[in-house]
């Protein structure tokens, strides 16, 4: 049983550019939850993602923004890369939007130079 | 305003010892919480979790203890062993009314020494 899957693992971007994240959820979820983690900080919700609509948002601007596919996976986008988007982004599936137990992926590490 | 702290960054335990980690939150409406382990190079791991109509939850060497008039929860390892050495970190849900959205602590690293 695949657990989630993120990709790629380790991406380096410039200012200003744009980068596309992409999930896979544990096979049998239905909801995708993105997470932005700096460093020596907890996860920050993001979005969430269910029946391909977004269901849910945090405090993020517009530049953040997914999509979720008929598959249930995912992904984000982010356009206009400032340096502080630098951070660990994390996905994570649950069986239902309101099932608080999420199983997250290992991660892709952003870095904005 | 972080609605949960964990204010120790980290925790040093002797293997065989017990290690209490230490979670306090601020937000009444939180109804839901949990704990999750990480290791480096992976995301966070489910550990356990507790709802607010309980003080304790168990499951084997794993016990969370919630006193929601102190708004305090703990997290116990007995007895703590090399593998749990880990960033752990406690997340709080407002159930339906905050959309089941889990807001989290900026974690503790527990190290067990040998």
């Known amino acids: 049983d695949a657990g989630v899957t993120q990709s790629p693992t380790h991406l380096i971007k410039t200012r200003g550019q744009q980068v596309t994240l992409r999930c896979s959820p544990k096979?049998?979820?239905?909801?995708v939850s993105w997470y932005q983690q700096a460093l020596g900080q907890g996860p920050q919700f993001i979005f969430q993602?269910?029946?391909?609509?977004?269901?849910q948002r945090g405090n993020f601007p517009d530049r953040f923004s997914g999509h979720q596919f008929p598959n249930y996976s995912s992904e984000l986008n982010v356009n206009a890369l400032l340096l502080g988007d630098s951070a660990l982004y994390l996905c994570?599936?649950?069986?239902?939007?309101?099932?608080?137990?999420?199983?997250f992926g290992p991660g892709t590490r952003l870095l904005v130079l | 305003d972080q609605q949960v702290k964990q204010n120790s960054p980290s925790l040093s335990v002797q293997e065989g010892r017990i290690s209490i980690l230490n979670c306090d939150y601020t937000?009444?409406?939180?109804?839901?919480f949990l704990w999750y382990k990480k290791y480096p190079a992976e995301g966070p791991t489910f550990l356990i979790s507790?709802?607010?109509i309980k003080d304790k939850n168990e499951d084997g060497r794993f016990t969370v203890f919630l006193n929601k008039s102190a708004k305090h929860l703990s997290l116990h390892i007995v007895p703590s062993q090399p593998g749990d050495s880990a960033v752990y970190f406690c997340?709080?849900?407002?159930?339906?009314?905050?959309?089941?959205?889990?807001?989290w602590g900026a974690g503790t690293k527990l190290i067990i020494k040998p």
């Open positions: 994570a599936s649950s069986l239902t939007p309101g099932y608080e137990t999420q199983y």
């Open positions: 096979s049998g979820h239905d909801t």
């Open positions: 993602y269910y029946e391909e609509e977004e269901r």
């Open positions: 937000n009444s409406m939180f109804d839901y």
């Open positions: 507790i709802s607010s």
């Open positions: 997340a709080a849900s407002g159930g339906v009314d905050s959309n089941y959205q889990l807001i």
